[in-house]
């Protein structure tokens, strides 16, 4: 699933291809799953933004001038396999027409979601309404970090949750527990833990969003950009997808286990369970 650093790179890919740029219609076939999306027909992009694995494009009238406050928000989740494209394919879901071009929107697993909802009202999307700090902003403090590490249970659980830090999905989680030191099933976190960790996140992130990402050639999270260029940051990865592997650390086999109905790859040497 795309997580913070492959949106982040898709909106700052389509972001010349959109802002500015007047919507005059968005069609698909999946009310039930692209809501309300007439609402956005007429309205300039003022502004494309991400909170967590969220894209958010920000609407207004398109005879609006200065910086007038946006009407609207067109809420994209890019799911599982969601991904914009300059061409029409089998797998394309919505087709996003402006006065400058066509978008398209592929989605091979069908998992991805747009929502036209009034500014800031994300009551329909609980998980986007709870969202922790961003991990690469001042908002997202050590101090709040390890205070409420301290009471989480399994942390890798804890992570996913997106409560105590926005954008860290199932890849991250694993990389920034390996950078860590910290076993994934971990609970209650000591200070010098949490500390450990709160910097792995931040390091992680900052380097996979440098890298565009990663792109796994797995058939399900294959993640490219929609003019083909794929992430890099799979090359840089120690835990996630390396099972059976040494781990580059120690040369212990990296192991995977199921946790929170997640695979989760960590050291056994490296990453052990404190009691």
């Known amino acids: 699933m795309p997580e913070l650093p492959e949106v982040e790179t898709t909106r700052r890919k389509i972001e010349p291809l959109l802002k500015g740029r007047v919507i005059e219609r968005i069609e ?3 009310p039930h799953r692209y809501r309300n999306t007439e609402a956005a027909h007429g309205k300039r992009i003022k502004a494309l933004t991400r909170r967590g694995k969220y894209l958010l494009l ?9 910086d007038v406050p946006h009407e609207l928000e067109l809420i994209v989740h890019l799911g599982m396999t969601g991904g914009f494209r300059l061409e029409q394919g089998k797998h394309t879901r919505v087709t996003l ?3 400058d071009g066509v978008l398209h929107f592929d989605d091979s697993r069908r998992f991805g979601k747009w929502a036209v909802v009034d500014p800031g009202k994300y009551a329909s999307m609980p998980t986007l309404a709870a969202m922790g700090p961003e991990p690469l902003e001042e908002a997202f403090t050590e101090a709040e970090f390890v205070k409420a590490a301290a009471t989480c249970g399994a942390v890798k659980v804890w992570l996913l949750s997106q409560k105590p830090v926005s954008g860290v999905g199932n890849i991250y989680a694993d990389e920034s527990l390996w950078l860590a030191r910290i076993h994934p099933a971990q609970t209650k976190l000591q200070p010098a833990e949490a500390g450990r960790l709160y910097h792995a996140i931040r390091e992680v992130m900052q380097g996979a969003v440098n890298a565009g990402g990663s792109s796994l050639g797995n058939g399900v999270g294959n993640y490219r950009q929609h003019d083909g260029l794929s992430g890099l940051f799979q090359h840089q990865h120690h ?3 390396r099972e059976n592997q040494p781990c580059e650390r120690c040369g212990t086999e990296i192991r995977k286990i199921v946790l929170g109905q997640r695979g989760t790859h960590f050291c056994p040497q490296c990453q052990k369970l404190r009691e």
Do not use: P, V
């Open 28 to 30: 698909h076939d999946a």
């Open 97 to 99: 027409h402006t006065d």
């Open 239 to 241: 835990a996630y997808g």
């Open 58 to 66: 920000q609407l207004a009238a398109a005879d609006a001038e200065g």
